[in-house]
């Protein structure tokens, strides 16, 4: 059984800053990679920004370079997204993606979290 947990969204007002948190627990053996896409309402889900373990390098969407960053605090399996000079357009639920491996050699599977809501008023 692997659990992935966001928290950390809420409501504030362009300008503001937030920081989600995302933790992976459970049956796992590595994990390698974590991330963070977003959903706004009638839009499709998009890439937000990742951690790439194995290679200890990050991405971001062209959208939101330059304001979030994500970090991680690999004992505990935990990735974090800062959030500064949100706009409205970075409303949306948030989602957490962990792709990892329960087992030595097997294979290598997507799980999400449930979301966290964002809201960035004007």
């Known amino acids: 059984q ?7 969204g809420g409501l504030v007002q362009a300008g503001g800053s937030l920081r989600l ?4 627990s459970g049956s796992i ?5 974590m991330g963070w896409y977003r959903q706004a309402p009638g839009k499709q889900r998009e890439f ?13 969407a062209d959208s939101v370079k330059g304001r979030f960053t994500i970090s991680r605090d690999g004992a505990k399996n935990t990735v ?15 989602y957490c993606n962990a792709r990892l491996r329960r087992h030595y050699g097997g294979a290598w599977y997507d799980y ?6 964002v809201t960035v008023g004007s």
């Open 2 to 8: 692997v659990q992935v947990v966001e928290s950390g």
């Open 21 to 24: 948190s995302c933790a992976a």
């Open 29 to 33: 053996f590595s994990i390698s990679a």
């Open 48 to 60: 937000v920004a990742v951690f790439d373990i194995s290679g200890d390098m990050t991405n971001y």
């Open 80 to 94: 974090f997204l800062q959030m500064n000079s949100l706009k409205p357009e970075d409303t949306a639920v948030y």
């Open 112 to 117: 999400w979290g449930q979301g966290t809501q």
